[in-house]
């Protein structure tokens, strides 16, 4: 099956769809200070996301998908009918995409925040509020955007649906889908399941094989330039798993896994757990160092063009890490921070917290 190569994805979850984590831009070197925020109301536990013009996406538990200019200006906002968790991904030619706890896949205009189409995920009997049958097509993962544009995302299975928002195809899962789809350059589908599995799916939806964790695959997964598939689970491990499915190793934490591996230009992987600590691996499974935060880590670590570490803890900071594990800087925010930064082209960051804000910093 030949893959139609679009121009790459303005940005999404982990930035593109290997997942890797890196940013092209730094770090900066001097702590940022709060240049602005948008008080949402509700907490911000999605990732910004950053189109080529610099319009910030972001979203919410108060329902809403919003866009912001540089200097956080409101540019729309659009209203679906639950909670976001879903982080906006930006295609090439600037449409956005989104899901939310309403179990729909939204395709807006980035221009306006217009809806193009939804597509309803699973048929789940009730699609919002609380309980396991409102949760269970909430469409919270990604979406990834692949290299010929069809979008990934899960629900009550693994869906790929075609820029016209049609279905592409459904591949079953045991279990609900939280994990974002990564897609490998030769189109395979890799995503895990609260039904404890990691899944290799064929660019025709197709199952090509199925990994047993002991525990719920929350995490998204991350491929190496080499094919090696990097993911979490709540059994408290990273896994490394060749690109057949056989394990090449598990390096175990002292809590779960939620967040996602960011993989270093040099294969060092970086990544937080629920044990409060941050752990840089090398690619043989090994700890390089690790850094201890106060609370939980769920956000997801960004490395820079330099190998400098950004990420957010529950324990109301972001840090920025040296590539040697030491401390360049932290900033106090208002909340959790589970939400995964970004950088801008000009370094500053953006990132959401649990006190219902997204916020802007930047170097003084
Ligand atoms: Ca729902
Ligand atoms: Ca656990
Ligand atoms: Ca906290």
Redesign the pocket.
């Known amino acids: 099956m030949s893959t139609a190569v679009a121009p790459p994805a303005q940005g999404m979850f982990r930035f593109e769809p290997h997942h890797r984590g890196r940013s092209p831009y730094l770090v900066p070197k001097q702590k940022p200070e709060i240049r602005w925020t948008m008080e949402t109301s509700a907490p911000v536990t999605s990732s910004p996301t950053v189109s080529s013009e610099g319009l910030v996406l972001g979203a919410s538990h108060s329902n809403k998908v919003f866009a912001l200019d540089r200097d956080g200006k409101l540019a729309w906002t659009f209203a679906t009918g639950d909670l976001v968790w879903s982080t906006p991904a930006i295609a090439a030619l600037g449409t956005v995409y989104v899901g939310s706890d309403d179990d729909n896949l939204y395709a807006l205009d980035g221009k306006t925040g217009k809806m193009i189409w939804k597509y309803r995920v699973g048929n789940c009997s009730q699609t919002v509020g609380i309980g396991p049958e409102a949760t269970r097509c909430d469409v919270d993962a990604g979406p990834t955007l692949g290299p010929d544009g069809t979008i990934y995302t899960g629900g009550d299975a693994i869906y790929a649906i075609q820029p016209n928002g049609t279905l592409r195809w459904r591949f079953t899962t045991g279990g609900h889908v939280a994990s974002a789809p990564a897609v490998g350059d030769d189109g395979v589908v890799y995503a895990g399941s609260q039904d404890n599995s990691v899944y290799a799916i064929a660019p025709d939806g197709r199952r090509q094989w199925e990994f047993r964790a002991r525990d719920d695959v929350e995490s998204s997964p991350a491929i190496e330039e080499d094919g090696t598939v990097y993911v979490g689970s709540d059994d408290n491990r990273l896994y490394a798993l060749s690109p057949q499915g056989q394990l090449i190793w598990a390096f175990t934490t002292g809590d779960d896994v939620r967040a996602s591996p960011a993989i270093g230009r040099d294969g060092t992987l970086y990544i937080g757990s629920f044990d409060g600590l941050f752990y840089a691996i090398r690619r043989d499974g090994t700890l390089l160092w690790a850094f201890r935060t106060g609370?939980r880590i769920f956000s997801s670590a960004l490395v820079d063009a330099a190998g400098t570490i950004l990420v957010g803890s529950?324990?109301?900071r972001l840090y920025a890490i040296e590539p040697d594990g030491k401390l360049r800087w932290s900033v106090e925010l208002g909340?959790?921070v589970d939400s995964s930064p970004v950088l801008g082209p000009d370094g500053t960051i953006y990132v959401g917290t649990?006190d219902g804000k997204l916020y802007a910093l930047r170097a003084p």
């Open positions: 609370d529950q324990d109301d909340g959790d649990d």
